[in-house]
């Protein structure tokens, strides 16, 4: 009997069962006992169990009976390399920060093999925390990608701007035809796209900047830039150009649908109406912006107007962690207060924010940031039965108030297991270790 039932089922690889699925599907359902259904790396149906069993023979079976199974959370903004200076130089402001002590220590540690190294740091991370896919910004992009393929992690990978020289690159120019180089290298790989990075606008120059208009234009590529993080930022681009940052970047054509802009900390309503008008993405960074003392953004308007905003966790060396199960919690939890209004950004929002709002601003919201038939399989698993999740009335509530990256218990990428319960499919915990004992001793003597 049980041979002729198999004949009739359809053969797929794999099954994930779960007690719930948090769809984040433009209905926002919860599904409860159901079975997501995946065959090569793409979700292939989505139905109760019972049915499920009844209609395809799975390669492999996962059953998760006390799990909220999500889309693979989305990290939009991130500088995945400053993971080995993760507490190198605490409590200070930006720009003492950056100039004293993480500038110094780009310049005399960064290469190509560091780069590679922090990256696959950050993705053993990122991945433990059911982090899918990351937006980077940083030098030797190529590097990062190497780092990205072995994790079997998705990114978008940041063609870095700056007019200042570094070990990476000499000029403005340099940094651009090194990163359209990068760009080519992995122009057919799945698991990579790019964009153009100019740092900030206190980094770039007019003319770099309308190049860069240029390029993004030619290529089809999104653009990824600091903004208005600080009002240091905003006074200084008043006195030197008489405008504010975006502004500046509005009269170059910079602003669209593929325009990126991290923190947004300080704005003007006329600046959140123009966000909206041109139909740009906010990568919202409330750790960062906290412990930088930056402020924080104004999200409730920003997504009361209708700007996209996605989180991010900003680089390891201004957080210090790269979670955004953290950055869901804080981000719901500062609009309130800031609004003195309980209602604002409810927890489904504070996981589209994680999720869908962050897959659209890099425009692969058709191919992630849902669970929905015909997207990838990129997913994470929740356990919701320890005791510090007990009991549980609303498992989306649980993600963004009570959860952890802790409670974490599979990441998938395109259906491939990438990590389980404290184990990575491509990355070996000495590997790790040795990368950490190389590069600590070089940085050290940086430490605050």
Avoid at 50 to 79: C, F, M
Wanted: glycine fraction near 6%; include cysteine; aromatic fraction near 6%.
């Amino acid at each position: 009997m049980s041979q002729i039932l198999s004949t009739k089922q359809q053969t797929i690889d794999l099954v994930i069962e779960a007690r719930w699925i948090a769809t984040v599907n433009p209905d926002n359902q919860l599904l409860e006992d159901c079975s997501v259904v995946i065959h090569e790396g793409s979700i292939l149906n989505i139905l109760p169990v019972a049915q499920s069993r009844q209609i395809y023979l799975a390669q492999e079976t996962v059953i998760l009976d006390s799990h909220v199974l999500i889309p693979g959370l989305i990290n939009l903004h991130t500088h995945a390399a400053m993971s080995l200076m993760r507490g190198l130089a605490d409590d200070l402001p930006l720009m003492p920060w950056l100039e004293q002590h993480i500038w110094p220590a780009e310049q005399a540690v960064v290469s190509e093999r560091y780069v590679q190294d922090a990256t696959l740091l950050a993705c053993a991370e990122m991945l433990s925390g059911g982090i899918t896919c990351f937006n980077e910004m940083y030098f030797y992009p190529l590097a990062a990608a190497m780092a990205a393929n072995q994790a079997g992690m998705r990114a978008n990978l940041g063609l870095v701007v700056l007019e200042f020289p570094s070990a990476y690159a000499s000029d403005a120019d340099d940094y651009l035809q090194k990163g359209f180089a990068a760009h080519d290298n992995w122009r057919n790989n799945p698991l990579i796209t790019s964009s153009i990075a100019p740092h900030a606008p206190y980094t770039v120059s007019n003319q770099t900047f309308k190049t860069i208009v240029t390029y993004a234009e030619q290529l089809g590529l999104g653009i990824h830039t600091h903004l208005q993080e600080t009002r240091d930022e905003i006074s200084q681009s008043e006195a030197k150009y008489g405008l504010r940052p975006l502004q500046r970047l509005a009269e170059f054509g910079l602003l669209g649908p593929n325009f990126v802009a991290a923190h947004c900390v300080h704005l003007l309503n006329s600046e959140i109406d123009m966000l909206a008008e041109f139909g740009c993405h906010v990568a919202h960074c409330p750790s960062s912006n906290l412990k930088l003392a930056s402020g924080i953004a104004p999200v409730a308007q920003l997504l009361a107007k209708g700007v996209n905003v996605g989180l991010g966790t900003d680089g390891a060396a201004s957080n210090n962690r790269l979670d955004i199960f953290a950055e869901m919690r804080l981000s719901a939890l500062l609009a309130k207060g800031v609004a003195e209004d309980a209602t604002v950004i409810p927890a489904h929002q504070a996981l589209e924010m994680a999720t869908i709002n962050a897959a659209k601003a890099m425009a692969l919201d058709h191919k992630i940031g849902s669970i929905e038939v015909g997207k990838l399989a990129d997913l994470a698993a929740v356990k919701l039965s320890d005791l510090s999740t007990s009991p549980c009335y609303d498992p989306v509530s649980h993600l963004v108030y009570t959860c952890g990256r802790e409670h974490v218990t599979h990441t998938w990428v395109a259906g491939e297991l990438r990590y389980s319960n404290g184990v990575y499919a491509n990355i070996e915990p000495v590997e790790l270790k040795d990368i950490i004992n190389t590069w600590q001793p070089k940085l050290r003597q940086y430490k605050h």
